[in-house]
């Protein structure tokens, strides 16, 4: 669990990952979604659903230390230009950031937004969109192949378990408790985002990265909330 914390968060302490780490991303992703659903209901009371959902995407970055979006970033701009293959995961590895990041990262940041501050999302579903995108993050290295064999995800890679994907149907029932049967359309859409996202990157650089795991969860993560609001 504190390795799981240590990867995904700014907590947790220096708690290098194993082989059970994966299997604990589902639940640290229950733990941000309940602390972001405290920040919506104590924000919404006090300034209203715009700044809540302000601060709830503000909350969130400050959680993962914007690790997931620095992913979305390096995958736009690795990703989406044409480049070869070992190009790609050269603009991946860089520290900058290019043109294609600075126009994803705020288009994605305002549609988070958007479907916030649209006030239809019940609280508690944020409990359910932020472990459903950590399952995703946790089953894709079981499903396919690690770009960078000596990347810093190597060592807790063999504990991928696609059993780990069995996380979605609590989700789901969480989902359906909250939102209705229709948010399994919303949840629906948000997988096929997130495997789009996935086999965007393996056919571009033979498989995902750190960045392509940021990236899914962030995809995964806006289009269910889009799909939560419709």
Request: proline content about 5%; hydrophobic content about 60%; aromatic content about 6%.
């Amino acid at each position: 669990m504190l390795s799981a914390l240590a990867f995904l968060t700014v907590v947790g302490g220096a708690h290098p990952p194993g082989r059970t780490t994966l299997r604990w991303f589902p639940v640290v992703g229950v733990v941000i979604g309940g602390i972001l659903a405290s920040v919506w209901l104590s924000a919404d009371a006090v300034w209203g659903p715009a700044i809540a959902a302000a601060l709830v995407i503000s909350a969130d970055l400050l959680i993962t230390g914007m690790l997931h979006f620095d992913g979305l970033a390096d995958s736009a701009d690795g990703l989406l230009p044409h480049l070869d293959r070992d190009r790609r995961l050269v603009v991946m590895a860089a520290p900058d950031v290019g043109a294609f990041a600075v126009t994803v990262v705020p288009s994605v940041l305002l549609l988070r937004w958007v479907a916030l501050a649209g006030d239809t999302v019940e609280p508690l579903a944020l409990v359910g969109v932020w472990a459903a995108s950590r399952t995703v993050m946790a089953v894709v290295p079981a499903l396919v192949s690690y770009a960078r064999p000596d990347g810093m995800a190597a060592p807790f890679l063999a504990g991928a378990r696609r059993s780990t994907a069995l996380w979605m149907l609590p989700v789901a029932g969480l989902l359906i408790v909250v939102e209705g049967f229709g948010s399994l359309a919303a949840l629906s859409t948000a997988l096929v985002a997130a495997a789009l996202v996935v086999g965007l990157a393996r056919r571009r650089v033979g498989g995902f990265t750190g960045d392509v795991l940021g990236a899914t969860a962030v995809v995964a993560e806006t289009v269910l909330l889009l799909g939560l609001a419709a």
